[in-house]
Nanobody
């Protein structure tokens, strides 16, 4: 009924940048708060950034504040995350997630209803 497809991952040198995209189909995009989560091998899935339905409110994990920027374009049914000054770290998959809500100002970081398949990001030193 709803499908989320991530893209933009890959290999990048430390200090470089990537932009992730998540395209949503099958539902009215503007009714979903959105988020980006990441998961390293053997680890849990943790929120990196989140954004409300209109893009007016955002959340960032402390580890990425000042380096990552989440945004959305409701006309294109697409969410983005610009990642700058990337650091060498464990390989991780980044997942797009959607949470249906009737409250327009909610930035949801838990309990997402739909997930994409993930896109892998690797940072080399």
């Amino acid at each position: 009924q709803v499908q989320l497809v991530e893209s933009g991952g890959g290999l990048v040198q430390a200090g470089g940048s990537l932009r992730l995209s998540c395209v949503v189909s099958g539902r009215t995009f503007s009714y979903y708060a959105m988020g980006w989560f990441r998961q390293a091998p053997g680890k849990g899935r943790d929120v990196v950034a989140a954004i409300d339905r209109s893009g007016g409110s955002t959340y960032y994990a402390d580890s990425v504040k000042g380096r990552f920027t989440i945004s959305r374009d409701n006309a294109k049914n697409t969410m983005y995350m610009q990642m700058n000054s990337l650091k060498p770290e464990e390989p991780a998959d980044y997942y797009c997630a959607a949470h249906y809500t009737t409250i327009g100002t909610v930035v949801e970081t838990l309990g997402h209803d739909f997930w994409g398949q993930g896109t892998q990001v690797t940072v080399s030193s």
